[in-house]
């Protein structure tokens, strides 16, 4: 029950009222039975109360605030102080229409109005009788309608039932009253001294903690006897509640620490800052996450656990930081995409023109993502395969992760792993430390809304290891293909399926990925580019991206072949286009200064243009020198920027015997020398030397360039070859490259990176390339156009490589030894 709203009590009757008085009076049985006696007036102003029920008998004030509902008192009060109340349906509305009130209200009189400081009025009113709205005759300036009479069915005064219904109202009554803080104790005096049977039905009702529907309902019962059985239920259902809340409250007194105690004050300033119109409850958060958890297409297994975490953190304080960390938790599940598959397109001939549009060359990997398409339209399930490019900078490796997705209608997602070091960066944190965030892998999933994405891992040969763990093992369950259906994140706290996902890695080097990991992958070698493909690129791609990015039309300016292929040649050193592009930028925004200060310029670029924005051509091509002296011998090695030409030269000065070995050489190379060394003293006599000679003179290997490190195999036959030219005086062959590893039984084998080899010698204007015969089905491999121009030597063992590398002629001034 609501607190009383009487000021003091007394036994006054209803006519006798003083309107100066400070007393509000009960009814008595007299007063109801001259009220009943009335006859209603046909028309009445109606007031609409919001939130408020007005009973007969009831005194309550009412504060006005609307133009109409002032003028309609105000002119009452000057005349009969009668008048209608109703209780308005919405309290929201507020111009309420005949549509808007209920339809049964209370005839009430005017006690009192006061006219209060900040404009408003209040008024007392106490209600008289129950009436009928018939017919809303006017709107304005305030609602009038016609009412009739309801007539109220009391049961005989020897009704034992409805005695026994009073007496329980009363006691009842009297019982809240006392275990209610809320109530004062002069109510039970008032309740005590109601005499009228009515009367007491209509007090404690008005007084009770209804919605303003159900007093409403109660006001509607025309049968006293059923309206007292309603209102003794409310009671009873008010009672409980009562108990329980002091029962509660009894239990927990005395276990309420400081702990509790401030929890219960930041309750308060919440629920205060709440009614303010700031910040959401914790209960609306949780209904709210339960209620996104419906639309997701999760399973049993992560539906179960969802609820569990989200019951977890109902129990939680929300003043304590784990509560945050949950709720975060929580967020994170709602916003991953679980079993969200975007279609993908089984269009292979669109897929093949989108890869050919934006990669010129390439064919190797085009072909292999092609298969890849035409099995998974075939199965329409399969696990995707992990791709790993690999080759040198610029090339194009990471763009073509944005052209697959695009041919298959997936997202795109892109994550640099470059000098990641901490485990946690892949498999997340737990959750219970401060700042625990999930790994990269889930968050990128999170914010591609699909399960099935293209998922780019860039530079993941450049994983290193610190003291928060190994990154590169951590990605051994990603890009397993048997494990990853439930890869394991440390903030999500169980399995992820990741089978779906497309990965491709991408790679400048394979000797630094860790062996495990690159088992786990498919290499695709992505070699560079000719010069001729350069040239192509540049016009397709690189001009008309560079003229975009820098606001100028395809007719700013032209860059015929002749320039490019100049441009290529003199200013870049790479196997991809990357340098290039940096270039033709270059030229663009010369273009671009041009336009922009309204000076002339030549649109089509010549080569002193050319010259004259980039300046002197930086770069002369490694080209194959001349064959006069002894032991300058030109060899292919491959760089992490591409294939290059290394020239090995060597010389004999009187000593004893000495070889020594400069040019920043690594170990693998310094043992070749070592090597080609023993195999010729061991084999002097079949090349024609003099066996002494090698302890009358010292031996000295110099590699140019000595500020770049060298290392590897491949030079084995070039050292032997120079050092068997230094000892024999004879020239070698003329425009003659080689590369291959020598064994101290003259054997030959095979090096990798032939392609690269072939650009740089095709570059350095080489004409014939001596290699071991298991290279040869990586010649096979290249495409014929690079192959022109060219003639290639298969050997097996280091005899062979000096017949074809060595003519009969002596060198120029050859020593004689």
């Known amino acids: 029950m609501k607190k009383s709203k009487f000021l003091n009590l007394d036994n006054l009757s209803f006519q006798d009222f003083d309107e100066n008085s400070e007393l509000i009076p009960l009814m008595t049985p007299e007063d109801e039975e001259l009220i009943n ?40 009060n000057k005349g009969g ?19 808007d009130i209920y ?20 008024v007392v009113i106490q209600g008289k009788k129950r009436f009928a709205i018939n017919e809303v005759t006017s709107e304005k300036p305030y609602l009038t309608a016609t009412i009739s009479d309801i007539p109220e069915a009391k049961p005989a005064a020897d009704n034992e039932e409805f005695k026994a219904i009073i007496d329980s109202i009363k006691d009842l009554s009297l019982e809240i009253i006392k275990e209610s803080p809320n109530i004062p104790s002069e109510a039970s005096f008032a309740i005590k001294n109601i005499e009228s049977n ?15 529907e159900e007093k409403q309902e109660l006001l509607k019962i025309n049968d006293l006897k059923e309206r007292a059985l309603q209102t003794l239920k409310f009671m009873n259902l008010e009672y409980q ?35 303010l119109g700031g910040g959401v409850s914790s209960g609306e958060e949780i209904e709210d996450m339960r209620a996104r958890a419906k639309d997701k297409k999760w399973d049993d297994k992560v539906k179960e656990h969802f609820e569990k975490e989200l019951a977890k953190m109902q129990r939680m304080n929300p003043q304590v930081a784990e509560y945050s960390i949950q709720r975060n938790y929580l967020d994170l599940f709602l916003d991953l995409p679980w079993n969200e598959f975007s279609k993908d397109k089984f269009d292979l001939k669109r897929a093949q023109k989108i890869l050919d549009r934006d990669h010129f060359g390439l064919e190797d990997v085009k072909k292999r993502i092609i298969e890849y398409l035409a099995v998974l339209k075939l199965r329409n399930d399969m696990k995707s395969p992990i791709l790993c490019l690999y080759g040198p900078p610029g090339v194009g490796k990471t763009s ?53 994405p293209v998922f780019v891992l860039d530079e993941i040969d450049k994983l290193s290891s610190g003291h928060q763990g190994d990154p590169s093992s951590a990605l051994l369950e990603v890009l397993d293909p048997e494990q990853n259906s439930e890869f394991y994140d440390n903030f999500l706290e169980m399995g992820y399926d990741l089978s779906k996902v497309m990965f491709i890695a991408t790679s400048n080097s394979l000797n630094t990925i860790q062996p495990a990991l690159r088992d786990r992958m498919e290499i695709i070698n992505v070699t560079g580019y000719t010069i001729e493909e350069k040239v192509e690129i540049a016009k397709r791609h690189l001009l008309p991206k560079q003229l975009k990015e820098h606001g100028l039309d395809d007719k700013a300016l032209k860059i015929a072949k002749p320039q490019l292929e100049k441009i290529v040649e003199g200013y870049t050193r790479e ?199 298991d290279n040869r ?14 003639t290639f030597h298969y050997v097996t063992d280091m005899s062979d490589v000096l017949k074809l590398a060595l003519t009969k002629q002596k060198v120029k001034n050859a020593k004689k030894l």
């Open 198 to 212: 009515s009367f007491l039905i209509n007090f404690v009702s008005s007084n009770m903690n209804l919605k303003v």
């Open 575 to 773: 196997s991809g286009v990357r340098g290039l592009e940096k270039q033709i930028a270059k030229m663009v925004r010369y273009a671009a200064k041009n336009i922009a200060m309204e000076e002339d310029y030549n649109i089509k670029i010549s080569n002193d243009d050319v010259i004259e924005v980039l300046g002197s051509p930086r770069l002369e091509r490694d080209k194959y020198e001349n064959n006069d002296v002894a032991g300058v011998v030109t060899g292919l090695a491959w760089t992490s920027v591409g294939g290059d030409i290394l020239f090995i030269e060597s010389i004999l000065s009187k000593g004893k015997g000495a070889l020594s070995i400069t040019g920043n050489l690594g170990k693998v190379m310094k043992e070749s020398a070592t090597i080609a060394m023993e195999y010729i003293k061991a084999n002097a006599e079949e090349f024609g030397i003099n066996p002494e000679i090698f302890a009358k003179y010292n031996v000295h290997i110099h590699v140019p360039e000595g500020a770049t490190p060298k290392d590897g195999p491949s030079a084995g036959v070039t050292m032997l070859t120079s050092l068997v030219s230094l000892f024999t005086q004879r020239k070698v062959k003329k425009s003659l490259a080689m590369t291959g590893e020598i064994t101290l039984r003259g054997k030959v084998l095979p090096v990798g990176g032939i392609k690269e080899k072939i650009l740089a010698a095709k570059r350095a204007r080489i004409k014939e390339i001596l290699l071991c015969e």
């Open 103 to 122: 339809k049964t209200g209370t005839v009430a009189r005017i006690l009192k109005v006061l006219k209060m400081p900040d404009g408003n009025t209040t």
């Open 37 to 76: 006696s009335e006859s209603l007036p046909e028309s009445l102003p109606i007031l609409p109360l919001r939130n408020t029920v007005l009973f007969p008998g009831v005194v309550i004030p009412i504060t006005a605030g609307r133009d109409a509902s002032i003028k309609l008192i105000n002119d009452a």
């Open 777 to 790: 089905r990586d010649i096979e491999e290249i495409k014929p156009e690079y192959l022109k121009g060219l």
């Open 81 to 99: 102080k009668v008048i209608g109340v109703v209780s308005q349906i919405d309290e929201t509305v507020e111009n309420p229409t005949a549509k």
């Open 400 to 452: 073509l992760g944005k052209s697959v997705a695009e041919a298959l209608g997936r997202e795109y997602v892109r994550i640099s792993l470059g000098g990641l070091r901490d485990e946690a960066e892949i498999r997340g944190h737990r959750k219970t430390y401060i700042g625990a965030m999930p790994g990269r892998i889930i968050q990128s999933l999170k914010k591609a809304q699909t399960s099935n």
């Open 241 to 275: 509640k009562l108990e329980l809340k002091n029962d509660i409250q009894s239990k927990v007194q005395s276990d309420m620490n400081q702990q509790q105690r401030e929890y219960f004050l930041h309750q308060q300033m919440k629920t205060i800052q709440e009614e």
